[in-house]
């Protein structure tokens, strides 16, 4: 069991770190909690902890000096892992050459982050128990230093930033310490390795937990690969689907028929192991890795060329990727809404599946890129399903973790499969509702005029009030109801002019004022029309009724 102290002045930070995991599940306990450096080392000679997590900034002694100290009392085998803010990076950098593991962002710190460093820090542990153990001294590997070189690039999106790193100054000096690293990687050549989980995804027994198992067994077995094809390499975990491959093309003259054979058979593997789809996205061959910005910018735009077309899944970088990365500014399908409420509330499949097919002709005729894509399906799955919201549905494919889902698919082929299962789910559910229960449209437009029979009602008030065209409303309730709308509507409001009549207390003029009528005489006239009396023969015959 490892024993970790955190050391943060800031309780909340304390408190939150020792609750984001399940420490034993990683063979780990939290042996102390403190303030500031000072405080560490009192606690450090009674529990002697395997791994620290502090702060870089705290009041009395802070992260920096902390470190320096434990040196200095020859406690070497504590592995280090630092907590900063973004304007700590320098900070951060130095701590790291002091033999920190890893430096995590507070903000941006999730369990997965912790989760990883944890079990670098673990690792690195364990080599420094052998060492000792054989009477070796542990020094960093070069390797693992262009690992967390290239870890720290991609972090922060090509070139070091933050604090007086960023801007010219911060690429200067990540092209300066990446050609410090040619002796590892001459010649690189950067390749993503894109996980495209598809429609596979939507299985509801395929969780997060399993997805990062996935990528976890093939990071392994690509890694194994990999040494098949390339003396000097790199891979590195870019996130849940996908991975950085660094290879060194130094004295391959056909390096790129190495590659395609090593892509095809990293595609081949992970097909066959986990039913994955995978791609391959290649950068071309630079003079040194002081060009990262350039190798990673190369590989995402031969990504973003095959989402879009999807023909060979080992893409290299040419000039017609970088037409691919042309997206349009927007990508909206707001104007649809309207034709898909008149759609669901007339249970009309064949009209929604006309609208959804609308939306995939526009994803391949917009060049949308993959997050307008992604958002448009959101946006489209959330507007329907609000039809659903009261649970009548049993069939609708609700999602608890919809966006995540979406996230997975990694071409525009597959999000224009998604929109097809989708489609063909919400058409199911209508054509259902159409042959089993009335239709929704002509209760809709009875709760309106109950609503407002008081006032003046028109066509076009209620079509707009309850988001329907006139003439679909028109047709509509005249197919469900079988009358028109403006009788129904006549029908209503001399129900209720009857009772006011009925009642003796109003003047027929009041009577036409309280139902919305603009004239007392065209209150008269439609009365006689509905009833075959007018209003005064009504108020007589209730009269003489009264009287009996």
């Known amino acids: 069991m490892y024993r970790v102290m ?68 020859g406690w070497d085998d504590v592995i280090f892992i630092l907590l900063t803010n973004l304007e700590e990076f320098s900070l951060a950098r130095q701590a790291l050459s002091l033999g920190a593991v890893e430096y995590l962002v507070k903000m941006e710190l999730t369990e997965e982050k912790l989760a990883d460093s944890l079990r670098l820090a673990m690792e690195r542990r364990e080599m420094k128990r052998k060492a000792e153990a054989a ?56 390749a993503i390795i894109s996980f495209n989980y598809g429609y596979e995804g939507f299985s509801s027994d395929f969780t997060r937990e399993d997805q990062k198992k996935v990528i976890s067994f093939a990071e392994n077995i690509i890694e194994q690969m990999v040494k098949g094809y390339f003396d000097h390499s790199c891979l590195v975990r870019r996130e849940l689907n996908s991975l950085v491959l660094v290879m060194s093309t130094d004295g391959i003259e ?113 060049n949308p890129s993959r997050q307008q894509a992604v958002n448009a399906c959101a946006n489209l799955y959330f507007f329907l399903s609000s039809f659903f919201e009261d649970g009548e549905e049993q069939d609708f494919p609700y999602e608890v973790n919809i966006m995540e889902k979406l996230g997975r698919l990694g071409t525009l082929g597959q ?82 002019a009857k009772e006011l009549i009925a009642s003796h207390q109003y003047m027929m003029y009041e009577v036409s004022d309280l139902l919305g009528f603009d004239t007392p005489f065209y209150f008269s006239k439609v009365f006689k029309k509905v009833t075959g009396m007018s209003p005064k023969e009504y108020e007589a015959q209730c009269l003489k009724q009264k009287k009996l």
């Not at 060009?291 to 735009?301: I, Q, R, V």
């Not at 009358?483 to 129900?495: D, G, Q």
């Open 415 to 496: 999000i224009i499969q998604w929109i097809n299962w989708f489609k063909e789910a919400v058409s199911r559910i209508l054509e259902r509702r159409r042959d089993t229960r009335v239709d929704k449209i002509a209760e809709m437009v009875r709760e309106y005029v109950m609503e407002h029979y008081k006032e003046r009602i028109t066509l076009g008030q209620a079509a707009e009030a309850l988001n329907i065209s006139q003439g679909y409303l028109s047709t509509a309730f005249k197919k469900q109801s079988g009358e028109s709308f403006t009788n129904y509507v006549s029908a209503i409001k001399i129900e209720k």
């Open 135 to 190: 009477g070796t001294a542990v020094t960093v590997s070069r390797e693992e230093a262009v690992r967390g070189y290239i870890e720290k690039l991609l972090t922060d999106g090509g070139t070091f930033s933050g604090g007086a790193s960023s801007g010219n100054a911060g690429e200067a000096s990540a092209q300066n310490q990446g050609e410090g690293y040619d002796s590892c990687l001459r010649r690189p050549v950067l």
């Open 254 to 366: 056909d390096y790129r028929e190495q590659i395609r054979s090593l892509g095809e058979k990293i595609i081949s593997v992970v097909k066959d192991y986990f039913e994955v789809s995978v791609s391959v996205a290649v950068s071309s061959r630079k003079e040194s890795l002081g060009e990262f910005g350039a190798l990673l910018y190369e590989a995402m735009s031969a990504t973003n060329h095959y989402f879009y077309h999807s023909l060979d899944p080992v893409v290299f970088y040419s000039e017609e990727c970088e037409t691919s990365a042309r997206h349009t500014g927007s990508f909206h399908i707001g104007f649809l809404k309207k034709d898909l409420s008149q759609a669901v509330a007339l249970n009309d499949s064949g009209r929604l599946e006309e609208i959804l097919d609308q939306v995939a002709c526009l994803l391949r005729e917009h």
């Open 6 to 73: 955190i050391v943060d002045d800031e309780p909340l930070i304390l408190a939150g770190i020792a609750s984001l995991l399940d420490w034993k599940e990683y063979g780990c306990e939290i042996s102390g909690k403190a303030a500031n450096g000072q405080q560490a080392l009192k606690l450090m000679e009674e529990q002697k902890p395997d791994i620290v997590i502090t702060d870089i900034k705290m009041p009395g002694m802070d992260g920096i000096g902390f470190m320096k100290a434990v040196k200095e009392r």
